[in-house]
């Protein structure tokens, strides 16, 4: 297996590149033969297995990550918008519009971009991480700081989306969600089976919504033969799934998720049943902790609101079956947050060192 692998690698010329989403899974996929495909080569992100999580939950379960903080512009978010704008520019649109916690924004303008359309992004000020901020200005976004949150945020693109010529690329666009039930598909093709549970952070529950899609069109097909059970996560300051009600002022370190009222919380509560999955909330001490714990025992650096998918199944490893295989979601890259990764670690620092041999050494120890 490896040995082909590797032929496959050494004949430059043959090796194929991954082609991004929409043609590596076009037969899954809304689109037709004059749908333009806009791509950045997203997905195909790996599925890394987390040997620490294992080791602490024992009984023989299999725990991995699988790490979409790898796509192109450092979130899952990149599934969903190649679909998304791909089908914009078919339709003739000239400019989309979106909503954001940071990283929709980043993506939204980094594809509109490569499909030469222009990109309004709607945040709230103050409220999203300094990586994705710039990310969305170097794209050449147009960003509109409000002062106020996403969820008033998203009322007012999708009222300037209905009256303008303007299309909205946030997760209430259908094509997203198809474009994400992609990583469902990555799943099953490389670990041959569906897992047993799926963990992964909600805001306005979109993604859940679209891997529960991509697990059960694979399972109807015949490729895999169990559906997970589906665990979301929330943080405890922004929790509205979980407590089943509308948070009107939600808090957490976790920006990407900090949302009150999710738009697909409809669609969320059906995959809860049909899965008869778990809801449940962490603090953003837990987050953090989960988020150390990638970091310094598997070398993954991921933001706060991925790392409560590993916060999540940490609080609930009691109930977790033996034998088990369970995915965590790392939504996005750790990158996009310096000030949280500044601000939460354990590691020596030392500042302020006279530039010779000696000193240096002893601060070494030696
Ligand atoms: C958007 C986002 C989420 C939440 O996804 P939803 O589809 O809104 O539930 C989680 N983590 C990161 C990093 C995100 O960017």
Known sequence: MLNKIKKQFNKKTNFEQWPGIIKGYKKWLPINKNTPIITLQEGATPLI????????????????????????TGSFKDRGMTMAISKA??????????ASTGNTSASAAAYAKKGGMKSFVLIPDGYVAQGKLAQALVYGAEVLAI????????????RLANEFPITLVNSVNPYRLEGQKTAAFEIIDSLGEAPDYLCIPMGNAGNISAYWMGFNEYLTEGISKKLPNMVGVQATGSA????GKIIKHPETIATAIR?????????????????KGTFLDVTDEEII?????????EGIFCEPASAASVAGLLKIKEKISNN???????TGNGLKDPDCAID??????????????????KSMGF
Do not use: H, M
Request: hydrophobic fraction near 40%; proline fraction near 4%; charged fraction near 25%.
């Open 344 to 361: 939460n670690n354990e590691a020596i620092f030392k500042q302020g060192i006279e530039p010779n041999f000696e000193e240096i050494a």
């Open 324 to 330: 088990a295989t369970i995915v965590c979601v790392l």
């Open 289 to 297: 902790k989960a988020y150390q714990l990638l970091g310094k025992q």
């Open 259 to 275: 949302i009150g009222n999710p738009v697909n919380k409809e669609k969320a509560n059906i995959v809860k049943k049909e899965s």
């Open 240 to 243: 509205p799934l979980v407590f």
């Open 49 to 72: 297995e987390l040997e620490s999580i294992n080791q602490i939950i024992g009984r023989n379960v299999k725990v991995y990550a699988k790490y979409d903080g790898l796509n192109p």
């Open 89 to 98: 520019k078919e339709e003739g649109c000239k400019a989309v519009i979106c």
């Open 147 to 158: 002062k106020g949150n996403f969820d008033t945020a998203l009322e007012i693109v999708q």
